[in-house]
């Protein structure tokens, strides 16, 4: 029974900064892919970052500015978000599965989400 509970969504400025975190359950934590999607209102699902072990995978939209990194003591993975943009507002939902490959294809488990709002 995974579970993922995301928090730290608010509204931000327009190059401000905001930190993400999940906490996971019911997985070993350090053998699962972990990261974020995130969904803007009337578009699809789109992958944001995620990370194994020392790999880490980004969208070309927030490479530079985004950074992905766990906490394995604590089970939680974080999105560091820096100079944020406008758009960079939507939800953003916490993944974890068995592989990076997986986690891109969007095919494990899933958190309730978080509002990001950037405004300008």
């Known amino acids: 029974q995974v579970q993922l509970v995301e928090s730290g969504g608010t509204l931000v400025q327009a190059g401000g900064s905001l930190r993400l975190s999940c906490v996971a359950s019911?997985?070993?934590?350090?053998?699962?892919?972990m990261g974020w999607f995130r969904q803007a209102p009337g578009k699809g699902r789109e992958f944001v970052a995620g990370?194994?072990?020392?790999?880490?995978s980004y969208t070309n939209a927030v490479k530079g500015r985004f950074t992905v990194s766990t906490d394995i003591a604590k089970n939680t993975v974080y999105l560091q978000m820096d100079s944020l943009k406008p758009e960079d507002t939507a939800v953003y939902y916490c993944?974890?599965?068995?592989?990076?490959?997986?986690?891109?294809?969007?095919?494990?488990?899933w958190g309730q989400g978080t509002q990001v709002t950037v405004s300008s």
């Open positions: 990370i194994k072990l020392t790999t880490a």
């Open positions: 019911g997985l070993t934590f350090n053998s699962y892919a």
């Open positions: 993944t974890a599965a068995t592989s990076m490959g997986q986690l891109v294809r969007a095919t494990g488990s």
